[in-house]
């Protein structure tokens, strides 16, 4: 059969019931699976035979999930976690360790930053952050001997910045590394960062993927493209597991490696796995990502041309609006769209900034962007709170500047909100 489109794989990957089972991915809610013999459930131990046995290291309805959003992203392979946040730790941790060191796009989530700059410091890996438009040779400069991984944002979360990709995966692969992006904002349906060079990539499924805003939860997707053993760099991938009888995860998975490692390793010893009823409802909401996703950008599109011309707007930063600055980046690798989240300014500073969402009846205030309800927030009063005027001013955050993550509402009607705010 050709190539499915990503509409059908929405809809039909990961899950393909046989003759009599349930049409829909079942609820496996059960934390161990039974077995008649002891000798069974050893052999599954020791990783030689196949089947479920405990869910924090695999389970039905979890592993069809991740199933389907490999196949959406063209990866080899792909685990779920149980928030974003646990996807970006296992994503860079699965590869690198005490004494290790990441270079990372400046331009990450607030979330991930912390992780990287606070957190990853503590375990003994140190982060080096770089400007994401930089020349190749800059960022080059920032990489060390022992540099393992260079991570960035697709479509970065809050800036919008769009990531030339291939640049970061030539940068990636002439220093023997991998690059690890979280496609969190495009989803794979606007972008597939394997095609363009990626070869992790990771989400928090909490945002569009699930879309609904009902359950948190992360992903991350193994490409099996890139070479562990040419590189030299990973004798966690290349050679024997002692706490898995000597296991070498490169020779026992091939271009799955990666992947085996994560789940075998890190969700073993740490956890982080999600509830298969969260997995389930990440099912659903894959089911119409793609419909979805087409109206957030058609909705974001037009608020964006109707704020760019209101005379109380002093901004709109929106990278699929002819004029922004990533204009010919996202055009290149995301012609369908990019995603529904904006941020503009209004005319008078945080007082109408306030005073605007104060106003607004429909599109609600809430921490929360990418679901099917239109939200808005005041970065500088609410999550970058604790920065100073210069400080906020450094992160590019104005006091004037509101978040708006445009959901999948009629046009008219999310349109006639924002006006009559503004008028307010
Ligand atoms: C929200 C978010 C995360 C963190 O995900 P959680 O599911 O909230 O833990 C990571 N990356 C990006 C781009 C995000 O928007």
Known sequence: MDKRRIETDCIHAGYSP?????????????????????????????????????????????????????????????????????????????????????????????????????????????VTFVDPDAPAAEIEAAFRPETRALFAETLANPSLVVLDIAKFAGIAHKMGVPLIVDNTFPTPVNCRPIDFGADIVMHSTSKYMDGHAVALGGAVVDSGRFDWAASGKFPGLTEPDPSYHGTVYTESFGATAYINKLVL?????????????????????????????????????????????????????????????????????????????????VKGGRQAAVRFMDALKLISIATHVADSKTCVLHPAGTTHRQLSSEELARCGIGEDMVRLSVGIEHIDDLIADLAQALEN
């Open 18 to 126: 046989k003759n009599g089972e349930p049409r829909a991915i079942p609820i496996i809610q059960s934390t161990t699976f039974k077995y008649d013999s002891s000798e069974e459930m050893g052999r599954l131990f020791d990783l030689q035979g196949q089947g479920y046995f405990y869910t924090r290291l695999q389970n039905p309805t979890n592993d069809a999930v991740a199933a389907k959003i490999a196949a959406l992203e063209g990866g080899a392979g792909a685990a779920l976690t149980a928030s974003g946040q646990a996807a970006a730790f296992y994503a860079v941790f699965n590869i690198c360790e005490a004494g290790g060191h990441v270079v990372s796009s400046s331009a990450v989530y607030g979330g991930t930053f912390n992780l990287f700059s606070v957190t990853l410091k503590k375990l003994g890996i140190s």
């Open 265 to 345: 390793q890190l969700m073993r010893d740490l956890g982080s796995v999600p509830s298969p009823f969260n997995s389930f409802l990440l099912g659903v909401g894959l089911e119409t990502l793609a419909l979805r996703v087409e109206r957030h950008c058609a909705n974001a599109l037009a608020v964006a041309r109707f704020l760019k011309e209101h005379p109380k707007v002093s901004f709109v930063n929106y990278p699929g609006l002819p004029g922004s600055k990533y204009y010919a980046l996202a055009q290149q690798y995301m012609p369908k769209g990019t995603c529904g989240v904006i941020s503009f300014g």
